[in-house]
Structures are given as structure tokens and as C-alpha cells.
């Protein structure tokens, strides 16, 4: 059964970083991409961020050079480097793991079997 935890959320200040880590275990962590997706209240879970086994990457619109995602294959460990954060960045962000190798760098959350708890993150204007 594979497990994830996330850890890192907190409240800044707008212009702030912080840095989501996701704890894998469970199965081979290298073999398969991870996902970051973020829900705001009343609004549907959404894209973040993903990556394959072998480190490429893709963002969001939203998120684009601002935040980075990268993985330590050794570490079993997925992080989230979020930098200008800004107010509508607030939401309950998630990792998630797919049942499938073969699903590569998916922005459907719908591809995802496995997920976090959440870890909040809090932007003050």
C-alpha cells in the first residue's frame, strides 16, 4: 500500500517561500511520476505540478516561475519550492502518486490512486 506525506505548509506573507515535502513509501519510488495539485474552498482541486521518475517536469500556468518541483529518488521524497507567493496561491496543497508507471506526468487528477492528507498554506496580502 503506498503512502504519502505531505509536510511544510504554514502562513506567510505574500512575496514569502516555503517548501512542500511529500514522503513516499510503499512501493519503488523511482518508477513512477508524483503530482502536486492545490484546492482552494469552493473551488475544484486543481493542477500544480508534476514529475517524472527521471526528473522532467511541468507546471501549471498559475505556478510557471514561480514555483519548482523536484524529486530525491534516494530519499523516497518529493518537494514543492514555492517562491512570490501571492494571496490566491492559499489552498490545501496535495501530492499524489498514479497506480501506474505508465502514467507519465499526468494533469488529471482523476490519473492519481494515491494521495496525501493535505498540508495548508496560507497567503496574507
Known amino acids: 500500500q503506498v503512502q504519502l506525506a505531505e509536510s511544510g505548509g504554514g502562513l506567510v506573507q505574500a512575496g514569502d517561500s516555503l517548501r512542500l515535502s511529500c514522503a513516499a513509501s510503499?512501493?519503488?519510488?523511482?518508477?513512477?511520476?508524483m503530482g502536486w495539485f492545490r484546492q482552494a474552498p469552493g473551488k475544484e482541486r486543481e493542477f500544480v505540478a508534476t514529475?517524472?521518475?527521471?526528473?522532467?517536469?511541468s507546471y501549471a500556468d498559475s505556478v510557471k516561475g514561480r514555483f519548482t518541483i523536484s524529486r530525491d529518488n534516494a530519499k523516497s521524497t518529493v518537494y514543492l519550492q514555492m517562491d512570490s507567493l501571492k494571496p490566491e496561491d492559499t489552498a490545501v496543497y496535495y501530492c499524489?502518486?498514479?497506480?501506474?508507471?505508465?502514467?507519465?506526468?499526468?494533469?488529471?487528477?482523476?490519473?492519481?490512486?494515491?494521495w496525501g492528507q493535505g498540508t495548508q498554506v496560507t497567503v496574507s496580502s
Open positions: 510503499g512501493r519503488a519510488f523511482e518508477k513512477y511520476s
Open positions: 499524489a502518486a498514479p497506480q501506474s508507471w505508465a502514467v507519465r506526468a499526468s494533469r488529471r487528477p482523476d490519473q492519481y490512486t494515491y
Open positions: 514529475i517524472t521518475g527521471n526528473g522532467g517536469t
